[in-house]
């Protein structure tokens, strides 16, 4: 079965400091990754998803990157952090099925930036 | 882009009872799917429903999906506490690329 790996768990980064989440797969080839974001009590916001390797599609404008380096990994990166960027950071993959597709999540990394 | 929004956004009730959630959405849809989220964990799939059917059944879920009025419910039958977590709508937007989850509601059952 697919499964996601992501690390690291818990980040404390200074305001204006690099960042990099790293995401594995596991179980599967070829998978749609998918970067969301959750602020604290709050729903997702969907960040980026990739098709493949080398294609990201960005859903919302801001301070972030992503990258599609191999087929089972997906690294979000920022140059220079913001306040803002804090929060609880989930990647996904997709599972299909007959009755449609389903997202599978890691556990997440949660981010703080100080 | 907000697709589906949650409502109630809080919600507390007694061990036993039943809990009701809604999720509106706005564009047509291919499938609703609603999940489960424990405090600080990643998200957990729970059921989907396809856009061509009416209610859905899984132990004690039940899911229903009016596409006229862009709504679905997710009831709880006889809740226990460790029902207590978020709960999320998700769609599709028609596409098979990407889910759109709403704000969520936050069940608390009371033992």
């Known amino acids: 079965s697919q499964t996601i790996h992501q690390w690291p768990a818990t980040l404390v980064q200074p305001v204006g400091s690099p960042l990099s989440l790293e995401c594995t797969v596991e179980?599967?080839?070829?998978?749609?990754l998918y970067w969301y974001r959750q602020a604290a009590g709050r729903g997702l916001q969907l960040l980026f998803y990739?098709?493949?390797?080398?294609?990201i599609s960005s859903e919302v404008p801001q301070n972030l990157s992503a990258s599609r380096p191999q087929d089972r990994q997906f690294i979000l990166s920022s140059k220079k952090l913001l306040l803002s960027d804090s929060g609880f950071y989930l990647c996904?993959?997709?599972?299909?099925?007959?009755?449609?597709?389903?997202?599978?999540f890691g556990e997440g990394s949660w981010l703080t930036v100080v | 882009s907000q697709q589906g929004e949650e409502d109630p956004q809080a919600l507390s009730i007694q061990e036993g009872e039943n809990a009701t959630m809604n999720c509106s959405y706005k564009?047509?849809?291919?499938?609703l799917q609603w999940y489960r989220q424990n405090s600080g964990r990643g998200l957990v799939h729970l059921i989907l429903?396809?856009?061509?059917?009416r209610e859905k059944h899984s132990g004690r879920l039940r899911v229903t999906l009016d596409t006229s009025k862009k709504s679905s419910s997710l009831l709880i039958t006889a809740s226990r506490a460790a029902d207590t977590a978020s709960y999320f709508c998700?769609?599709?937007?028609?596409?098979?690329?990407?889910?759109?989850f709403g704000s969520g509601t936050r069940l608390l059952v009371r033992p």
């Open positions: 996904a993959g997709i599972r299909g099925s007959s009755s449609g597709n389903t997202i599978y």
């Open positions: 179980g599967t080839s070829n998978p749609n």
């Open positions: 990739s098709v493949g390797i080398g294609q």
């Open positions: 564009t047509s849809i291919n499938n």
């Open positions: 429903i396809r856009s061509n059917e």
């Open positions: 998700a769609t599709d937007e028609g596409s098979s690329y990407k889910l759109i």
